[in-house]
């Protein structure tokens, strides 16, 4: 079982989920609406972060800090689009304050992981990928995501026209923000496991939903 885990499950996982991501970041990119097409650059940011961190699956270096880094870079700026698409409808002056902590979580997340708590990324004797994050570098991702992703997915699913692919894609989309914060902060075989499955199935499903469905409907 660990050498399937880590030879053929772990691997297929992380691909899995660049190629559902860049499917869902090529199928917002190319909305007319502006709002779903900054949502798509946030999107793509995150499926870049994971082929970082799929390569690293796969080629298994000696030091993973680099690509653990290269992936953490446009996964934490995605959320800069995010952003942008979450606060919209804001005035300035509470989008000016936002957007100075919305900033400010994302430098203190790359700050503390990298620098104060450096992360210490390891493979477990079952071949999943752990992080290795410091409670307090856990915690600022979360607040990241919270603030930019989560509140995102409400604003730009809005956007979209056809009823069952809103809720589809609402409830997908939030199903892979929890599915972010445990591949994070996880620290259990198990757990990581089980959220790979859902991650796997919820990706599938809004992908899937959302190329089949007419323009024309959309």
């Known amino acids: 079982m660990e050498d399937t885990t880590a030879t053929l499950l772990v691997p297929a996982y992380f691909l899995q989920v660049v190629v559902g991501t860049a499917i869902l970041a090529w199928w917002f990119l190319a909305r007319k609406n502006k709002v779903l097409k900054t949502f798509g650059i946030g999107m793509a940011g995150y499926s870049l972060g994971v082929a970082a961190w799929t390569l690293l699956v796969l080629t298994k270096p000696d030091d993973l800090q680099p690509l653990i880094i290269a992936g953490a870079i446009p ?7 995010f952003a942008k698409v979450a606060y919209k409808n804001l005035d300035f002056k509470k989008t000016s304050l936002l957007s100075l902590v919305v900033l400010g979580t994302i430098a203190g997340t790359f700050i503390v992981r990298t620098f104060i708590y450096p992360s210490e990324p390891y493979f477990s004797g079952e071949g999943l990928l752990f992080f290795g ?15 930019t992703f989560l509140p995102a997915i409400s604003v730009a699913t809005e956007h979209i026209k056809k009823g069952s692919l809103r809720t589809i894609m609402k409830a997908g989309l939030t199903t892979l923000f929890i599915n972010a914060t445990i591949l994070v902060s ?3 075989d198990t757990l990581l496991l ?8 919820a990706l599938l499903v809004i992908w899937v939903k959302a190329v089949t469905t007419p323009k024309k409907q959309i």
């Open 194 to 201: 089980i959220n790979g499955i859902i991650m796997t199935v």
């Open 133 to 147: 994050l410091h409670p307090l570098s856990i915690a600022f991702y979360i607040a990241t995501m919270s603030l």
């Open 186 to 188: 996880g620290n259990d």
């Open 75 to 81: 996964f934490l700026l995605a959320n800069l689009a």
